[in-house]
């Protein structure tokens, strides 16, 4: 199946890291290198509170009309072809193409009011994944980064805990979601494919199939008597093997570690936990980045490209793009809920910003960084509220707004993170985290 593309016709794997980064993430192999040569290097990575994160991104830039903030009241070609519905929270109304999420209301937050001015993919989604601006114009096809992402930073905050890596990406890596300078150990582990499909597999975690289990236990086996060979003498020379030892141990961990295995294999949920995400890609993903969460994955990004809809929105959502949102963020919410991981687990849902307010020529909504709604749950977060507001024609937030700063800034404190803190970049130069946001405090009632 081909890449959703945005309008800058290039597709989701497409998208190029540059900086101290990688190209499209790293595999598990990789990762676990890298963080070796950290650690030789000294570099240390204190601890965080155990929240973890679970963000949801909708790559092109969903409607906040079509979505969490309809405007009934406005004229026909601002308003479009939907009607709002009544949600579980009094006065409070969503798109009729969410009526789950609108029964489930009470559970989460919607703010309404965050809004920025970059009206490119590629700033807009820098803006969002990293909290800090891009220093000079970027357009819809740039794949720069210029801070690391917030995933990156909860990587070198959290390290590996477990075995697992401490940042994952599905399907792949956002075009802002590298580490920058942080280095390449805290890039995102891919998880490719498609976990709706029979068979699926996630690399590099498994045996290769044609080294069976008593095979691995010989070279097991063997390696262990060469390792009481005498290494060399740290004060003669470095021994090469070090940093191989290390990585190897970690990667050993995650292939002997029957709770890490599981948390892989999606045919060990019950089919009715499966289908209440609903059984297609992006429902399955929601239901592997919870998984992950449960065996001390921090941060995962699952990402939805094709919301870049200057054409035929209507259309696209009659024919099944609403209803897999809708089924997929309802099914994690509840399912969150039901296994006691909500007050432990952050839910974000957003794209790098809305949709303007008059439907165009071709049926569809153009990029508009002037307003736009997020969808925030667990963590402590009140539910059943909506933090600010739009005008009456979802032209701009009007009421109590926030910025990307304020909004990753909020992030980072939930999980356990201080936003204030200065990085140093290579060469020891100073680098804020986040550059003077405040708390959207309503989240922290």
Known sequence: MRPPLNCNGIGRRSFLQLGFGALGGLSFTQLLQQRALAARSGIASPKAKATNCILIWLDGGPSHYETFDPKPDAPADIRGEFKSIPTSVPGVHFCEMLPRLAKNAHKFAVVRSICHKDPNHGGGNHYLMTGAPTPVPVGCGAFVSFHPSMGSVVSKERGVRGGVPAYVSLPSMSRSGGPHFLGSQHAPFVIGGDPNQAGFRVRDVTLPADISEGRAHSRLALRSSLDRMERIQESIAEDPLTGFDQSYQQGLSLLSSEKAQAAFDLSKEPDS????????????????????????????????GGWDHHRGIFKTFKDGTADRLDQGLSGLLNDLEQRGMLDSTLVLCL????????????????????AMSVFMAGAGIPGGIIVGATDPKGYYASDNVYSPEDFASSVYTKLGIDPHQVLHAPGGRPVQLINGGKLIKELFA
């Open 273 to 304: 936990v499966r289908d209440s995400y609903g059984r297609n890609d992006f429902g399955q993903r929601l239901l592997l980045a919870r998984r992950l969460a449960e065996v001390g994955v921090s941060f995962s990004v699952a990402q939805w």
């Open 351 to 370: 794209g790098e910003f809305g949709r303007t307010p008059k439907v165009n020529k071709d049926a569809g909504r153009d990029h508009w960084p002037g």
